[in-house]
């Protein structure tokens, strides 16, 4: 790990104007991930701001019906939070799915949303990676790639985006609040928080330099059957091959997200559309234009599966 400089925040604009002030700071809160990346010298930045004491760890009702959720609430309060049980199954059920209860218990919703691809080749400093040194090639393209992305990948990139939670939050229509610098704010729809890869698969997010998440905001309850499926080599503490947020209506309409497949959670709202003729319609268009490899063209039949299992309970 390289010598790092080091300072609390007391305000959220604070730890926003402290990682503007400093060339190649960041924030730090659970540090699940970070930390990890910061002792293989992928991420080496010269300043760590500690947000943990800047109070935006509460989950409240707002104003509309839903909920705001800070975004130093830990993985394991919210999974557990009663509201979220009742209203929001889906994105309970998608926390339990990930991690381990230590790493629940440290990792905060922000830090869950900023984590980055767990590709091997990312993580392998003597390898190639667009993602990690721009502009020095991709090692999955013609590589060990069974886990990587089917849909929104690009010559650049083909990795995938490691988060349960914000698959749920994609199904949820969830929004991202933030602070700046200069104290200005904004809201940022989930479907536009992430990117995909295109030439500049480096940069995971829209967010801006010093950007600072502080909550992330539900809608009102959307009712419906909310189930959460992840298939996975192993039975816990391992990353989706294909994962499925759904949240079913009576009437057989809803919504569904998929996480394993791309750089972002993975969610077509046309193809929503398509949920009274049956899984196999769904799928052909939430996998509309997919460019498999041959080690992981599993994983379209594997959605199509997985989709038809959690209607199949859903309507049960």
């Not at 809608?219 to 994962?243: C, E, I, M």
Request: aromatic residues 4%.
């Amino acid at each position: 790990m390289k010598p790092f400089s080091y300072e609390r925040a007391n305000s959220p604009a604070q730890a926003a104007a402290a990682v503007m002030a400093k060339p190649n700071a960041k924030f730090v809160a659970g540090g699940t991930n970070l930390l990890d990346l910061m002792k293989l010298q992928i991420e080496t930045p010269a300043h760590l701001v500690d947000v943990n004491g800047i109070g935006l760890d509460r989950i409240e009702p707002t104003a509309a019906g839903g909920l705001r959720i800070g975004a130093l609430v830990r993985n394991a309060d919210l999974a557990t939070d009663p509201r979220v049980r009742r209203d929001y199954a889906v994105l309970s059920r998608a926390l339990v799915a990930g991690a381990s209860g230590q790493l629940r218990n440290m990792a905060t919703t922000a830090g869950n949303l900023l984590q980055r691809t767990r590709c091997p080749y990312f993580y392998d400093t003597n390898m190639p990676c667009n993602k990690r040194v721009p502009g020095s090639g991709c090692s999955a393209l013609g590589g060990y790639n069974r886990q990587h992305a089917i849909v929104g990948g690009s010559e650049a990139c083909i990795a995938v985006h490691p988060s349960d939670m914000a698959v749920a939050l994609r199904a949820l229509d969830a929004t991202v609040e933030t602070v700046r610098a200069d104290g200005a704010s904004r809201v940022i729809p989930i479907a536009d928080f992430h990117r995909l890869p295109g030439t500049t698969p480096h940069i995971d997010t829209n967010l801006q330099q010093g950007e600072l998440i502080t909550s992330v905001t539900l809608p009102a309850p959307a009712g419906g059957t909310q189930l959460y499926h992840k298939v996975r080599d192993r039975a816990s503490y391992a990353f989706a091959l294909v994962s499925v947020a759904a949240i079913v209506q009576r009437d057989g309409s809803g919504r569904v997200a998929l996480g394993g497949v791309a750089h972002k959670p993975w969610r077509v709202e046309a193809a929503e559309g398509e949920m009274p003729r049956g899984p196999r319609a769904v799928s052909a268009r939430l996998l509309a234009g997919a460019h498999p490899t041959r080690e992981n063209e599993f994983k379209v039949p594997l959605v199509e599966r997985t989709l038809a299992g959690v209607l199949n309970q859903a309507r049960s």
